[in-house]
């Protein structure tokens, strides 16, 4: 099943019970602040949870287009390292506003995965909230799912993918116990069962989770309880689409094999020759060029601060990621025209805004291109010396002359076992206000740097006005 038919089953089957078709709500969340962007398909609905706002509808169904590439969910440094992290993905959902509760949400989710995508049951497993004995009950003495496959988990004690089944929006917000349902990849996957010391490998992955909303929790941390008991559920379509495919990675999925050759292509045509088809650098590309395209769907633009900020780190790490491949020319926003070819049916604005998708990546590379050679010398530079911290001087200078985010030297460090200095980093990076703050209203420090005729772009020109929000604005404009 290609992901589109998977899309289409979905939304199917719970038409079929009774559940409104609704559309995907934009990424970039038009009415929160305490969101940056949208990363789960009851975002919409949370209003709705909370009682301030009510639909012609009590059960909905959603693909929703999802971000989590900062605040609560950030799965951005997972990319790369994981088979089923991305930083944008879509997120197939039922939602219940007060009608039906646990009973029927597990009813629904068994029959569809074991009848409908004819999933082997003896595969599934499933983690309930440690004190919820109502959901133990109704999976193991009404579904029928033997103990020793189900799971009792309470809130999350740490740990980097650690299972919490206790989901919470953000800190604030709608939230609940949820039960979730994992799929056994098979043991010549390393990593134990959800639960045990080992699950953070990539042998059982987490499919699906259904939450049971019955609190909002205020910024004091109290939770008060829903008007009514609802249902919030979310399954990763990448996730689903790679267990129907039989393939154990996300990228081995039928939209990101296409989107693989096209990041490739792209990236030899600009200089990387025939680079390695299975470097994990490709597949950071392949996942970025989705959540920066539809980040700027939605009408950001890369800048230095919030959203647009976010947009330029994403759009940075994959531009460095095709550097590393051998990319010297901007290669990035070539494949933006796989991306419609894949998801412009199911995402028409995706078609619409092509262009100006393209013309805003490119831009973006063709800035960053013109400092990356230099910043990545001086941080190979560091690199060179053995040292296992890169100290926050470095991180500094590279973010303030190279356009370097401190969390892209990070990446590149990672690669090498090295850490970065980010106390050292934060105290340049404060140091630097200060003085602009000292030097008074208005400070220019010019960045250009004239060789023979030719003007190079050097540095980063500094305008601080102490008046506004303006804190900086490059030489270059952005
Ligand atoms: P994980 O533990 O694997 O990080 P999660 O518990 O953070 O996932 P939820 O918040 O429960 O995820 O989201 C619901 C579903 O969305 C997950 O069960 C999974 O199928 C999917 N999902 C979550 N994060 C991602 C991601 N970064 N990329 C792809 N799919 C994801
Ligand atoms: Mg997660
Ligand atoms: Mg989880
Ligand atoms: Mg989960």
């Known amino acids: ?80 390292y994981t088979a089923r992290h991305h930083t944008f993905f879509e997120m197939l959902g039922n939602f219940s ?84 349902i994992f799929y056994d990849h098979g043991p010549e996957i390393a990593g134990g069962p959800p639960g045990s010391p080992d699950e953070d490998g990539d042998r059982y992955i987490e499919i699906w989770n259904n939450v049971f ?41 039928d939209t990101f094999v296409a989107l693989l050759a096209a990041a490739k292509a792209a990236v030899d045509a600009a200089g990387g020759q025939d680079c390695d088809k299975d470097s994990p650098s490709l597949k950071v590309i392949a996942d970025h060029i989705r959540a920066c395209s539809f980040t700027i769907v939605d009408g950001i633009i890369p800048g230095n601060e919030g959203r647009g900020y976010v947009l330029r780190r994403i759009t940075r790490r994959a531009i460095r990621h095709g550097y590393k491949l051998g990319a010297r020319t901007p290669f990035f926003h070539k494949i933006v025209a796989e991306l419609a070819n894949q998801m412009g049916d199911a995402y028409p604005e995706l078609r619409q805004s092509q262009q100006r998708v393209v013309e805003v990546l490119k831009q973006e590379e063709e800035r960053f291109f013109q400092t990356i050679a230099n910043g990545m010398e001086i941080l190979e530079a560091a690199l060179s010396g053995g040292a296992k911290q890169i100290d926050g001087e470095t991180a500094f200078k590279l973010h303030d002359t190279y356009g370097f985010p401190v969390d ?55 305008l601080v006005c102490e008046h506004s929000k303006v804190t900086a604005i490059y030489v270059d404009g952005s």
């Open 1 to 80: 099943m290609k992901a589109a038919e998977i899309r289409q089953t979905f939304l199917k089957f719970f038409e079929s019970k009774g559940h409104q078709i609704v559309a995907s709500s934009p990424v970039v969340p038009g009415d929160d602040p305490t969101l940056l962007f949208t990363n789960a398909g009851m975002n919409q609905f949370k209003d709705v949870f909370l009682g301030f706002d009510k639909r012609s509808y009590n059960r909905a169904t959603t693909a929703q287009k999802c971000i989590r590439a900062g605040g609560k969910h950030n799965d951005l440094d997972n990319v790369g």
């Open 213 to 253: 909303m019955q609190f909002n929790r205020d910024e004091a941390g109290v939770m008060h309880k829903l008007p009514k008991p609802s249902v919030d559920t979310g399954m990763g379509l990448e996730r689903l689409a790679a267990v129907l495919q039989h393939v154990h990675s996300n990228y081995e999925i």
């Open 408 to 462: 892209l030297t990070a990446d590149v460090c990672r690669e090498r076992g090295v850490t970065v200095d980010q106390a050292g980093f934060q105290v340049a990076m404060e140091r630097q206000r200060q003085q602009a703050r000292a030097a008074g209203k208005f400070k220019m420090s010019a960045g250009l740097e004239y060789t023979g005729s030719a003007t190079q772009f050097h540095g980063y020109e500094h």
């Open 97 to 180: 506003f007060g009608d039906y509760f646990k009973q029927d949400a597990i009813a629904y989710a068994w029959e569809l995965l074991t009848t409908k995508f004819n999933l082997p049951a003896e595969k599934l497993w499933v983690t309930v909230y440690a004190e919820d004995d109502e959901a133990y009950e109704i999976w193991n003495k009404q579904i029928g799912v033997p103990a020793e496959r189900i799971v009792r988990i309470g809130d999350n004690k740490g740990g980097r993918y650690a299972s919490d089944n206790f989901w919470m929006m953000g800190d604030t917000g709608p939230c609940g116990p949820c039960t979730e």
